[in-house]
């Protein structure tokens, strides 16, 4: 097999330059190489040779937040129109190949809220699942980027599929197909997942295992311009043991990454056997995004499953959160002296005790993480449990609790499962039904407008583990919903006139996952 090849990466530039308050937060940290006797996390800080172990521990009560001035205004952006929805066919027993969904998002036409134009990949059982710009980092005192290439990797069968938008945004056409084979030789990589772009302009895409399904984390780059594959981003040795998504921030020159699942044992369900053995990712990976190394990196607990990853969009911010979908935990992370790094717990949702389901504990499963332009608010997707949550953040380190609404779910009234010990709700709440429709399964992906008021989510997790869970979801089809949300005082509340029925589609009902705007969004451009 021809080896790995590295990709090159030029420092961005800095565009832009803002004052930092000069208090820094306080901590306490070992240097002692032990673990210290009050709650903590390890931390692995990582040469290129050798691995030195140091403990990192923190008084949450003495703990001060960062105090950044508010985020610069939002790089400026109308409102959306036109989204683009990943959308598969696997599991669904229907033979057709995957598409992308082009959704009119204006209020004032007459499709609005309806699916206008389908691209059909030209492959079957791709599962496309994340998407990405090829463009989408940008300062402050340039034109926003122009989002005028979506790429979308797949994650079952890890091709990389490049989609022309920019052409005729209302109806995408396919411009370039990467085989897997390709990705297969070139970088050894497979199951394919978060794509962002980079300062340099090439595309970073993470994935979460080796051609094989077992897990390998890491990272492959596509040019910018060609879309060609040029090879791997970090070193071979250095590859986590699993990934799945990334953010970074380039005037820290730090990539920070997640863990995810084992893709081959994850293909065959949640099989609550598997816990204790690994088949769940449990490390938060921190990169020096310039010199593509691993420099830290996070236990944050057996199963704990870090999934979605973010910072704050303020590119003097040296934090953020990650989200962890078995423990119920969100952790912030943030900078502290000599460009190390620390973690801290700030959320923790709580199991539920339960009974008619796989375990007698339910996990919330945290899927997705999303945070403000103005880095106001941080929204939460629980899968199983069925609620989005909207935590208010003008203190970083002690997120508050704003809004909340449950939007389908595993713990419904009337439904298999009954709830013995809530520790946050009195009773079960009732199913949802928006424009005649039973919504079945639970909040998975989000997207938020640039404005902050108009939050969408799909329910489609994973094919495999949606026909495990919500079998309902695989019959009906997905369903992609708007919140509309208080960015004043906070809150959440369903909008009962907007509804995307996937369920009726002409193949047959399909399941959508991935949300994106063609003017912008939350969760696609990194300020530089």
Known sequence: MAPPLAAAFSPPPFCLVYKAPSEQPRHSTSHSGEADSEPHLQSQHLCSRRVNQKAVSMDRCRAQCYEYPTCPEAVKAPREEVAYVTCT????????????????LNPRSPCYCQVIHRLPM?????????????????????ATPRRNKLILPCLISSRIYVVDVGSQCRAPKLCKMIEPVDVFWKCNKGYLSV???????DILIANMGDPAGNGKGGFIVLDGETFELKGNWENECEAPPTGYDFWYQPRHNVLISSAGLVPKRAGRGFNPDDLKKGVFGRRLNVWNLSCHTLTQCFDLGEDSL??????????DAAEGYVSCALSGIVYRFYKCEANNWAVEEVIRIPAKDVTGWIMPKMPAFTVDLVISTDDKYLYLS?????????????????????????VGGSILRGGP???????????????????????????????????GKRLYVTNSFYSTW?????????????????????????????NKNFLVDFGKELNGPCL?????????????????
């Open 89 to 104: 066919y696997r599991e669904t027993c229907v033979e057709q190949p995957d598409f992308l969904a082009t959704i009119d």
């Open 122 to 142: 030209p492959n079957l059982k791709d599962e496309l699942h994340s998407s990405g710009w090829s463009a989408g980092c940008a300062c402050f005192d340039t």
């Open 195 to 201: 794509v962002h772009s980079l300062p340099n302009g």
């Open 306 to 315: 870090p999934l979605s990853v973010k910072f704050l969009h303020n590119p």
């Open 382 to 406: 629980n899968w199983l449990h069925g609620d989005i949550r909207q935590y208010e953040l003008s203190k970083t380190c002690k997120p508050r609790l704003v809004g909340q609404v449950f």
């Open 417 to 451: 499962v009954t709830v013995c010990r809530d520790e946050e709700l009195k009773c079960q709440p009732d199913p949802l039904v928006v424009k005649c429709k039973r919504v079945y399964g639970g909040p998975s992906k989000m997207q938020l407008s640039v404005d």
């Open 466 to 494: 949606d026909k495990q869970f919500y079998p309902n979801l695989v019959r009906e089809g997905s369903v992609m919903l708007q919140i509309d949300v208080d960015t004043e005082k906070g809150g959440l509340c369903v």
């Open 512 to 528: 959508a996952h991935d949300i994106r705007f063609a003017s912008g969004d939350s969760t696609s451009d990194i300020l530089a």
